[in-house]
């Protein structure tokens, strides 16, 4: 008796992918090649990115009440930012006048992109630019009031060791250019911080007789006028990108040469 087709399966059935000529020749198809893809091997051990390049941090804190110190200030992080390893921020201290008064000052509403600064977190900075208008020689007093509080910084001994440095700004030439910031380094002097006045690195620009520019070997500086009507120009606006990049560089050098924690 014969064996019936599909009775048992044939030893000679052609595996999968094969083709079956007339012939009992049995042939197989090669695969078909892929397209070779690049392997993405963080995705694939779920590996984070490396961390971004942590940045030395330039606290600028001022007190500006009808925006020229604020124009300084915010030259001022031009320059530190555009120093490779550093960033500037921007801060206000408290206003200590009320809403009636400041009202009656005519004083313009501040924008809100720049935030209040408590005094603890001046322990954060790697250094930090001081800025404010003069009253009668000496720093205002809202930026007083700001650096009286910071006693509890001031025991503990968090600020010591911190560069720092002062911008400015007065009504006239001889409204303190000098002055609000000489006054002002006892406030450093108790915290043992680290004065960084900028001299005469500004070259040349700090001789300039042509034009009536504030500013010294203190720091930045703008002339508000008498009534208070006049801007910062860009001779004094460059003194401050300046003063910015000055403050980095000697950031970046203290924080090269101290020890590795």
């Known amino acids: 008796m014969g064996k019936g087709a599909g009775c ?9 992918g094969a083709t079956e000529s007339s ?3 049995v042939k197989f198809v090669a695969p078909v090649a892929t397209e070779e893809r690049s392997v993405d091997f963080n995705a694939l051990n779920n590996t984070p990115p490396p961390p971004a390049e ?3 941090k330039i606290f600028i804190v001022f007190y500006s009440m009808y925006g020229h110190v604020e124009s300084l200030a915010r030259r001022m992080k031009k320059g530190v930012d555009e120093t490779e390893g550093t960033e500037g921020l921007l801060y206000r201290v408290p206003e200590t006048l009320s809403e009636e008064v400041l009202g009656m000052l005519k004083v313009p509403l501040k924008e809100g992109d720049i935030p209040v600064i ?5 322990a954060e900075a790697d250094g930090i ?3 404010f208008p003069t009253r009668f020689g000496s720093m205002a007093a809202q930026m007083k009031a700001f650096f009286d509080s910071t006693g509890e910084l001031w025991k503990e001994q968090r600020l010591a060791g911190k560069p720092a440095g002062f911008f400015v700004s007065t009504g006239t030439q001889g409204g303190g250019q000098e002055t609000t910031a000489w006054t002002a380094i006892t406030q450093l002097a ?4 680290l004065f960084v006045p900028i001299g005469y690195t500004f070259g040349a620009d700090m001789f300039t007789v042509e034009e009536i520019r504030g500013g010294s070997p203190y720091g930045a500086g703008v002339f508000a006028g008498g009534d208070g009507g006049r801007s910062a120009t860009e001779a004094e606006l460059q003194l401050a990108e300046h003063q910015g990049k000055y403050m980095a560089s000697i950031v970046k050098k203290i924080a090269q040469s101290s020890p590795k924690q």
Not at 190 to 193: A, F, L, N
């Open 8 to 16: 048992m399966p044939s030893k000679h059935r052609p595996p999968a």
């Open 54 to 56: 942590i940045k030395l």
């Open 118 to 122: 408590t005094a603890g977190e001046l």
């Open 129 to 131: 630019l001081f800025g």
């Open 23 to 25: 012939s009992t020749a």
């Open 190 to 193: 108790h915290h043992g911080m």
